[in-house]
Structures are given as structure tokens and as C-alpha cells.
């Protein structure tokens, strides 16, 4: 079955420690997002890659690093700058990056939480 | 600039009842838009789009939303709600060209047996 998969999907981390989420994609889409989710928040864009090796920061980029080396993935680092990490991430794609005649597709999500 | 407010944190209704759950955008150019549904501890869903065409726009499971330029609108609707509905839902709006979705806080929509 074609999907997204975020794994793991509950995440531990101690204070200043990196993490990384994983997302991966065999939809053969073109384009991913990473949004972070907060209660009453709605969802807020981190990062996004159109194209694979190019990746452009959202409205909440400090302290989150991503890469794109491959199309059918997009893991997304928690650094230790990331003041308040705690929130459930959501990976998505779609097919073109302009979201034009299309829709995004999310991940289940993974549950950050810093102890 | 570009903004989505979702006018309702939380509805509560009771079952076999109409809702309503509103929508109102902002954007200086042409948009799309979005409801998605979100249930507990899981991903967004797609429940339906506006791209052009109609302005009213149907899901398979009974909501529709009808998309009101000159109020800057997308509400949602459904007659009758089923328990099975209970979930939070998102509006969202993609400008044209913005390569993103903006999202609403959203809406909690609780049905009441």
C-alpha cells in the first residue's frame, strides 16, 4: 500500500540532546513538508523540499535541520537549540510542490516528548 | 500574507443534529482550499477541496462546504452528525504559488450521544 510512514511514533529525548524523526514516502511525490502540531496551534510549517538536495525553511525553522538526499525521504533533527520541543510532528508530501490539483497526504505522526 | 481563522475552538452537538463549523481566509491572491480531519493521536485526512468550478464541494460521508469569495468564506456543514464524527478538523488555504498550506487552529467538534 502507497503511503507515508513516521516512525517511531512516541519519542523520548532528555534536554539537550539531537533527535531525529523519521518519514518516508512511496508515493513517488516530489514534494514533502514537516509540520509541527501544538495543542490549539493548528499546524505550522518547519521545513519543505520541493525537489530532492533543495529544502526551504517554514514560519518555525530555529532549532530543526532537515535533509533530502533521497525522494522517498525527508527525516527532520530536533537539535538541542529547539527551546521547547515538545509537540507532535506530522511529515506530508505532495505530488507537485505548489500543491496544485492535488492534495497533501500526512504521516500518522510521531509524539515528541523531552523529559 | 495569508491567514486562515477557524471562528470555533470547540462544538459540541448532539447526534443526528446539522453543524456548522466556520471558516474565513485571507489572502491576496487566488486561493485553494481545504478541510481536513484529524483523529486522536493520528494524521490528517483530506475531507474535501475547492479548486475551481462549483463553489460547493462534497465528501463521500455527508459534509459539504461551500466556498463565498465576497465573505472570504469556506464553511463546513453536515445535517445530520453521527458520533463517528467526532474529530477535530482544519481549514486550510493554499495561495497561489505559496507552495504551502496554511492551516486554522482548528475545531474540535464533539458529538453528544
Known amino acids: 500500500d502507497g503511503g507515508i510512514t513516521q516512525s517511531p511514533k512516541y519519542l523520548f529525548r532528555k534536554e539537550g540532546q539531537n533527535v531525529t524523526l523519521s518519514c518516508e514516502q512511496n508515493?513517488?511525490?516530489?514534494?514533502m513538508y514537516w509540520y509541527r502540531q501544538d495543542p490549539g496551534q493548528g499546524l505550522r510549517l518547519i521545513y519543505y523540499?520541493?525537489?530532492?538536495?533543495?529544502?526551504q525553511k517554514g514560519d518555525i525553522a530555529e532549532g530543526y535541520s532537515v535533509s533530502r538526499e533521497k525522494k522517498e525521504s525527508f527525516p527532520l533533527t530536533v537539535t538541542s537549540a529547539q527551546k521547547n520541543p515538545t509537540a507532535f510532528y506530522l511529515c506530508?508530501?505532495?505530488?507537485?510542490?505548489?500543491?496544485?490539483?492535488?492534495?497533501?497526504?500526512f504521516g500518522q505522526g510521531t509524539r515528541l516528548t523531552v523529559v | 500574507a495569508q491567514s486562515v481563522t477557524q471562528l470555533d475552538s470547540q462544538v459540541p452537538v448532539f447526534e443526528e443534529a446539522p453543524v456548522e463549523l466556520r471558516c474565513n481566509y485571507s489572502s491576496s491572491v487566488s486561493v485553494y482550499l481545504f478541510w481536513y480531519v484529524q483523529y486522536p493521536n493520528q494524521g490528517l485526512q483530506l475531507l474535501l477541496k475547492y479548486l475551481s468550478g462549483s463553489t460547493l464541494v462534497e465528501s463521500i460521508n455527508g459534509f459539504e462546504a461551500e466556498f463565498n469569495k465576497s465573505q472570504t468564506s469556506f464553511h463546513l456543514r453536515k445535517p445530520s452528525v453521527h458520533i463517528s464524527d467526532t474529530a477535530e478538523y482544519f481549514c486550510?488555504?493554499?495561495?497561489?504559488?505559496?507552495?504551502?498550506?496554511?492551516f486554522g487552529k482548528g475545531t474540535k467538534l464533539s458529538v453528544i450521544p
Open positions: 486550510a488555504l493554499d495561495g497561489a504559488g505559496s507552495y504551502q498550506l496554511t
Open positions: 523540499s520541493q525537489i530532492v538536495n533543495d529544502f
Open positions: 506530508a508530501s505532495s505530488i507537485t510542490g505548489g500543491l496544485l490539483n492535488t492534495e497533501a497526504f
Open positions: 508515493l513517488n511525490h516530489d514534494a
